[in-house]
């Protein structure tokens, strides 16, 4: 998440009523003591409370925290923290979202740990950490799909990854190019060398209407004018129908 500037972490753990929200409060009264002090704002009937002096290096470093809707909120962030109170009041929580609650119910009970990916906004978080020539990379991202769940299981040598990613049926999303495609049988793995350390595996079942998708996710995002033109030279250069060709030799793997 984005705090003023730069990338900043908001952290949420739930609690079971006013108990325990006593009981946290009565650890970091405890824990901060005399050497810090803390300090108390009301934000759209919220009380966001912050730790301030918690690092004697860096004297403007706070801990924000506040207890909302059997929740205890922190972060170093004062912004993200008001955008969480924020959020509870809109009453327009991401469960709403039909792409999310289509990944988060594939979820494992089991996982050690589970990774959301909202592709609508990765942008804001890529961004600052990457050059201005991956930005066009960036951007591709924000329209590949909806949201990512992945359930994550860690290992004393190994962590292992299993999910799911989902997009509305729209035209602008590239993951849209696979609609109405259905499972293919997968041999390719038999024939991959053990040492492969990755590989991509695309399933068509049907090429013209793979192709046709792509088309429309190229309009969608103003390409398609410069794929169709592109296509045009080849033929007038060099006579060759490489659309064709592709629907033609294109197998129901590609890796």
Known sequence: L??????ENLFLINILGNTEKKK????????????????????DSETIYQIKNIDKKNEDLSLFYCFLDNNFVFSFSDILIEKSILQVESHNPITLETS???VSETGSANSSVKFYI????????????????????????????????????????YITASGLTYTAKTPEKYLAIFDNQTPVEVSVNEILPEYTSE???FGISDNELFYENYKKYLASINKLDAHNLYFEKLVE??????????????CPEIV
């Open 100 to 102: 999310f609650n289509k």
């Open 199 to 201: 590989f991509i595996l």
């Open 237 to 250: 250069t060099y006579k060759l129908f490489l659309d064709k060709l592709f629907l033609e030799i294109i």
């Open 2 to 7: 984005l705090g003023k500037d730069k990338i």
């Open 24 to 43: 946290i409060q009565n650890i970091i009264e405890e824990i901060v003591g005399d050497t810090s002090s803390i300090i108390k704002k009301e934000f």
């Open 118 to 157: 909202n592709f609508g906004e990765i942008n804001k978080i890529l961004e600052p950490l990457v050059s201005d020539d991956e930005n066009e990379k960036i951007d591709f991202l924000t329209s590949f799909a909806d949201w990512s769940a992945l359930d994550l299981y860690l290992k004393p040598n």
